[in-house]
Antibody
Framework: EVQLVESGGGLVQPGGSLRLSCAAS????????MHWVRQAPGEGLLWVSR????????NYADSVKGRLTISRDNAKNTLYLQMNSLRAEDTAVYFC??????????????WGQGTLVTVSS | EIVLTQSPGTLSLSPGERATLSCRAS???????LAWYQQKPGQAPRLLIY???SRATGIPDKFSGSGSGTDFTLTINRLEPEDFAVYYC?????????FGQGTRLEIK
């Protein structure tokens, strides 16, 4: 079964740091682009970042550039999101999602169950 | 940035009816890079349609996508109770990847 499982969320103070993980199974992780998407309470979906299959290319939403860093360990089938200088507006459920391969894009599928990050004093 | 505008914001229909959801882009989107997702409360989004009109694995044929350029449509036939949810369109043509604000499909 193709599966993504996030972990690492929690309560953090403004200015603090957190590292999210997304463990992948059931597919060849090293072949796929991977993404992080977040959803603030009661709000819609916001794409955060993506990384290519070998980790050499990354992109970020302007709102997180310079504060959040995406990375991956293909040997461990795990995607990461290092979150620094966190702000109240970063409070959200963070989802990881599988993207496309070098051969094409077929939507974000699957998604993990999400992990909640709350930034508050 | 490509802005996706979904309409209506909320759609109230009865089971058995047909739902038509619209997604309009601020600039042309390659049909290869337009997707639709369904999200139920407390759950992750689920991919329904990719490439504007291709159904994802396991998605019943009551769901269909169409459109090109700047105007895209998701149609859901014969609404069932489990279809009432929030639906999002997404474009992957240009960076940053963007989502529409969502259409809430509610039971009338």
């Amino acid at each position: 079964e193709v599966q993504l499982v996030e972990s690492g969320g929690g309560l953090v103070q403004p200015g603090g740091s957190l590292r999210l993980s997304c463990a992948a199974s059931g597919f060849t992780f090293s072949s796929y682009w991977m993404h992080w998407v977040r959803q603030a309470p009661g709000e819609g979906l916001l794409w955060v970042s993506r990384i290519n299959s070998d980790g050499s290319r990354t992109n970020y939403a302007d709102s997180v550039k310079g504060r959040l860093t995406i990375s991956r360990d293909n040997a461990k089938n795990t995607l990461y999101l290092q979150m620094n200088s966190l702000r109240a507006e970063d409070t959200a459920v963070y989802f990881c999602a599988r993207g496309g391969t070098k051969n094409g894009f077929w939507g974000f599928d699957p998604w993990g169950q999400g992990t909640l990050v709350t930034v508050s004093s | 940035e490509i802005v996706l505008t979904q309409s209506p914001g909320t759609l109230s229909l009865s089971p058995g009816e047909r739902a038509t959801l619209s997604c309009r882009a601020s600039q042309s989107v390659s049909s290869n890079y337009l997707a639709w997702y369904q999200q139920k409360p407390g759950q992750a989004p689920r991919l329904l349609i990719y490439g504007a009109s291709s159904r994802a694995t396991g998605i019943p044929d009551k769901f269909s996508g169409s459109g090109s350029g700047t105007d895209f449509t998701l149609t859901i036939n014969r609404l069932e109770p489990e279809d009432f949810a929030v639906y999002y369109c997404q474009q992957y043509d240009n960076s940053p990847i963007t989502f529409g604000q969502g259409t809430r499909l509610e039971i009338k």
